[in-house]
Each structure stands twice: as structure tokens, then as C-alpha cells.
Nanobody, 125 residues
């Protein structure tokens, strides 16, 4: 599966952005999807994930209540709505995909096999 992120940019603290990740190549609805981010000089970290049906989601504690992950299987796209952005949210954001196994929702970087190229999000104070 090929993944292409879009929607990043520069925004002031308190603002909002919506990231999109378009998938192609295989059956999108068979994949759990995740968003990760990597700030300069730091490890890539989990942000959010969603099961293939969209019924279950998971979030990093620092974004819970501010970010929302969703998916549209008819459009082969997963979204990350980011509200109340903070300077510490500045990072390159990556979309990732992994074949869904039962009801398990992967949240660790090493569990995902497919990755996009990333999109930069910069939050100014």
C-alpha cells in the first residue's frame, strides 16, 4: 500500500489543521491506520490510530481531547483533525498502515509496515 500525506503547514498556537493520508495499491479497508510524528532530534512517536472499521481509536495522552483520527474507506483516506495546537506539536507527521489482526489496534512504530513520506506541521507561539 502506498501512502501520501497532505495538509501540513504553519499555524499559530491555538489554531487548527487537518491532515489527510491517501492510500492506494491494496484494499484500504483491511488496514489499521496510524499517525506518528517526529520532532527534530527526537524519536518518532505515536499520535493516534484507528481500526479498519473506524470503530476503535487510540491516542497519545498529550493529544487526547485535541486531536481526532477518522477514516473514509470509500475515499481510501485517513484524517487527523488537530485543534488547539501547541508549539510542542511541531513535527513531521507520518501516516502508517498495517493489516488489521482481529480487534487489535497497533500503537507502536515497529508494528507498522507501510509509511508515507511525512508532512511538516509547524506551530508558532
Amino acid at each position: 500500500v502506498q501512502l501520501v500525506e497532505s495538509g501540513g503547514g504553519l499555524v499559530q498556537a491555538g489554531g487548527s489543521l487537518r491532515l489527510s493520508c491517501a492510500a492506494s495499491g491494496r484494499t484500504f479497508s483491511r488496514y489499521a491506520m496510524g499517525w506518528f510524528r517526529q520532532a527534530t532530534g527526537k524519536e518518532r512517536e505515536f499520535v493516534a490510530a484507528i481500526t479498519l472499521s473506524g470503530a476503535s481509536t487510540a491516542y497519545q495522552i498529550s493529544v487526547k481531547g485535541r486531536f481526532t483520527i477518522s477514516r473514509d474507506n470509500a475515499k481510501n483516506t485517513v484524517y487527523l483533525q488537530m485543534n488547539s495546537l501547541k508549539p510542542e506539536d511541531t513535527a513531521v507527521y507520518y501516516c502508517a498502515a498495517e493489516l488489521q489482526r482481529g480487534s487489535y489496534l497497533p500503537t507502536r512504530r515497529e508494528e507498522y509496515d507501510y509509511w508515507g513520506q511525512g508532512t511538516q506541521v509547524t506551530v508558532s507561539s
